[in-house]
Each structure stands twice: as structure tokens, then as C-alpha cells.
Nanobody
């Protein structure tokens, strides 16, 4: 079983920045693919960013150039630096870890006011 704990959400004005962090623990290898998804009210969940064991990263078109995913110093930690935030970025953000299947955390709320 995998446990994922997110932190760093909150309320920010449009144009501002937030940094989300996540730590995965439990039955996992030392290094796994990790990522962030989000779900806004009334919308489907979408994958925002992922970082793979190869070091490659992938971003949704809506956040390219504004969000940066990176690994933390501790094993199985991942960060999401979000800059130039827009009201449409408002959502619950979930941290995920791929152990063969993607497991997701409980989520952290990000609200961007206009």
C-alpha cells in the first residue's frame, strides 16, 4: 500500500505562485514515476505534470511554461512549482506515484482569485 501526502496548497491572486510538495511512502521502490493531477469543480481530472525515472518530464498544454515538476532531495518526494497562476488553475491537486498502477493522494486545494 502506498501513502501520499501533499502540502502547499492555498489561496493566491492571479499572477502569483505556489509550490506543492508530496512525499510517497509504503510499499514502493526507491525511485518511481511521480506526477500531479488536478480536478476542478464539474470537470474531469486531468494529468498536469509527470516526472519519470528516466528524468524525462511531461506537462499538460495548459500549464507548459508556467509549472515545473521536480524531485525533492528525499526519496520519493516530488514538487510542483506553479508560476503565473490563473483563475482556471483553481482545482484540487493530487500527487501520484506509479508502482505499476498510479496511486493518488487525498489532494490539496489551490484557489486562484482574479
Amino acid at each position: 500500500q502506498v501513502q501520499l501526502v501533499e502540502s502547499g496548497g492555498g489561496l493566491v491572486q492571479a499572477g502569483g505562485s505556489l509550490r506543492l510538495s508530496c512525499t510517497a511512502s509504503g510499499s514502493i521502490k526507491d525511485m518511481n514515476d511521480m506526477g500531479w493531477s488536478r480536478q476542478a469543480p464539474g470537470k474531469q481530472r486531468e494529468l498536469v505534470a509527470a516526472i519519470f525515472t528516466s528524468g524525462n518530464t511531461n506537462y499538460a498544454d495548459a500549464v507548459k511554461g508556467r509549472f515545473t515538476i521536480s524531485r525533492g532531495n528525499a526519496k520519493n518526494t516530488v514538487n510542483l512549482q506553479m508560476n503565473s497562476l490563473k483563475p482556471e488553475d483553481t482545482a484540487v491537486y493530487y500527487c501520484g506515484c506509479n508502482t505499476g498502477n498510479w496511486d493518488w493522494g487525498q489532494g490539496t486545494q489551490v484557489t486562484v482569485s482574479s
